[in-house]
Nanobody
Framework: QVQLVESGGGLVQAGGSLRLSCAASGRTVSSYAMGWFRQAPGKEREFVTA????????RYADSVKGRFTIFRDNAKNTLYLQMNSLKPEDTAVYYC??????????????WGQGTQVTVSS
């Protein structure tokens, strides 16, 4: 089992950048397919990005493609989400997630507690 703790959220102006971190404990991040999801007020949780256990075959939601980048640091056992050119519609609670499968298919098995990102116009 793995425990996930996100950090790095905050308030940023439109056009700005933020980097979210997801520290894992219990297992190494290289053991899992991992990804990021987000939930805006009044909306369902949605997929943002994910990659397989090797950190390859990365997928992005169309809404963030070219602006967000997922990557990990195995030495720090941490997953990251670099968010650039932020827009007000990116405002949401962002969740780190891990899959017991080697590919990010279906619903993740483990979730972090979430970190709030607010983008002002």
């Amino acid at each position: 089992q793995v425990q996930l703790v996100e950090s790095g959220g905050g308030l940023v102006q439109a056009g700005g950048s933020l980097r979210l971190s997801c520290a894992a404990s219990g297992r190494t991040v290289s053991s899992y397919a991992m990804g990021w999801f987000r939930q805006a007020p009044g909306k369902e949780r949605e997929f943002v990005t994910a990659f397989n256990w090797r950190g390859a075959n990365t997928r992005y939601a169309d809404s963030v493609k070219g602006r967000f980048t997922i990557f990990r640091d195995n030495a720090k056992n941490t997953l990251y989400l670099q968010m650039n050119s932020l827009k007000p519609e990116d405002t949401a609670v962002y969740y780190c997630a891990a899959y017991r499968t080697v590919t990010p298919d279906g619903t993740p098995d483990y979730w972090g507690q979430g970190t709030q990102v607010t983008v002002s116009s």
